[in-house]
């Protein structure tokens, strides 16, 4: 801990024995509880506001959470069991149906024939697409123009390149859309509506970050004393202090904790706002399900950091900030204080005060005190105890 930042209160926490739990906007990793929805996801959430693309991947995971499914059969019975929009139940079957006749017409089942085959169908019925707008949108459009565009731009597009189109309607990527508008020869009127995207998801995911900054507060600890690379970091190149903090009696003490403590999860892959999440919920209209999908995303959100800071092994104290102005809800009482650490350059007369502070105070005399030291034959520091003179 740096002694003298600002926006650590290393001395002031230590001798009034707190904890501070700081702003994410703070933190030296720019991506650091940086999340929200990914472009896919808010594409996917924008045409569910025209049609029931919600519905068709409900109803799918269902049939394929269904352990009385074996076959197409299995899953054509159990789909009429399912209270769903009767356009929605078409659209499921015709994908069923549509998938058994090509594997059944193929003599010997070829993958990239058969996504040719799934893809020429599938644009062949543009009905199938129309009755699943609804109706505030449905009666607006044209069948029959509707049915030549799709036949238009399955010829522009021609069959060689629908090999390169695996559109899949339950997980639907802008970026096949905008390969698809490549191919049919529409791809600056696309590129426009792809940057009105981008720049929505943008606005979307830093009013996620400003609530994240403005209502969390987070407390970042280690399990390493003695990492080198923790006390060159963070305690201004081993000048600084080390607090260490008795969490042995946290669960028992949890139903009366203003912390909540959580290990870092490091992943090569950014926490998002994907469609299993909106699926389930209503952004408009969030129900108590919902909530707790949100609730528990932002939280996997707070404790999730790229793979390039595990060495850090770092686990995380979480609050809720009631006022953002005012700086002492930040405060949180450490009672639990074990031990301090001395950095191992720091200077000694700084040692000593700080020293004399802790001999001050009647608790904080109970601590014992270390000081780090260089190994002379690995690289490494080792603690030693410190003299109270």
């Known amino acids: ?60 995971q269902e ?12 899953a054509r019975l159990e789909l009429e069991e399912i209270d769903i929009h009767p356009n929605v139940k078409k659209f499921v079957l015709f994908m069923l149906d549509t998938t058994e006749e090509i594997v059944v017409n193929q003599e010997s089942f070829d993958i990239n024939k058969g996504i040719i085959e799934f893809t020429r169908k599938v644009m062949g019925e543009p009905e199938m697409f129309a009755d699943l707008l609804l109706p505030f949108i449905a009666s607006k ?7 030549l565009d799709m036949k238009q731009m399955q010829d522009n597009i021609g069959e060689d390149n629908l090999i390169k189109l695996k559109v899949d309607p339950l997980n639907i990527r802008i970026e096949d859309f905008k390969e698809m508008s490549k191919f049919a020869g529409i791809a600056p009127g696309f590129k426009q509506a792809e940057e009105k995207i981008n720049d929505s998801v943008g606005d979307f995911n830093k009013k996620i970050f400003n609530f994240i900054d403005d209502k969390f507060g987070i407390a970042s600890f280690t399990t390493s004393f003695n990492d080198a690379l923790m006390w060159s970091h963070y305690a201004s190149s081993h000048t600084g202090i080390c607090i260490e903090y008795d969490f042995s009696d946290y669960i028992d003490q ?44 932002f939280f996997e959100g ?16 979480i609050t809720l900030i009631n006022d953002k102005k005012c700086m002492n809800s930040r405060k949180i009482n450490a009672y639990n204080i074990s031990a301090v650490y001395f950095g191992n350059k720091m200077n000694d007369d700084v040692k000593q005060i700080l020293t004399r ?27 030693l105890p410190f003299s109270r003179r």
């Open 1 to 60: 801990m740096n002694l003298l930042h600002k926006k650590q209160f290393g001395i002031d926490s230590l001798l009034n024995r707190y904890i501070f739990h700081n702003k994410p906007s703070y933190f030296n990793d720019p991506y650091d509880c940086v999340f929200g929805m990914s472009t896919n996801a808010f594409f996917r959430e924008l045409l569910g506001q025209f049609t029931e693309v919600k519905g068709i991947g409900n109803v799918m």
């Open 63 to 74: 049939l394929q959470n269904n352990p009385k499914i074996f076959n197409l059969d299995d």
């Open 141 to 147: 459009i044209d069948k029959d123009k509707l049915a």
């Open 254 to 297: 949890i139903e009366n904790s203003q912390m909540m403590l959580f290990p870092v999860n490091y992943s090569e892959r950014r926490v998002t706002i994907d469609q299993n999440i909106l699926d389930r919920i209503d952004l408009k209209n969030i129900e108590e399900q919902g909530r707790k999908d949100l609730f528990k995303l």
């Open 302 to 317: 707070l404790c999730t950091k790229n793979t390039v800071w595990k060495y850090e092994d770092e686990w995380r104290s």
């Open 357 to 383: 502070f802790i001999e001050q105070d009647e608790n904080l005399r109970k601590i014992k005190l270390y000081e780090m030291v260089n190994d002379i034959s690995e690289y490494k520091i080792n603690r």
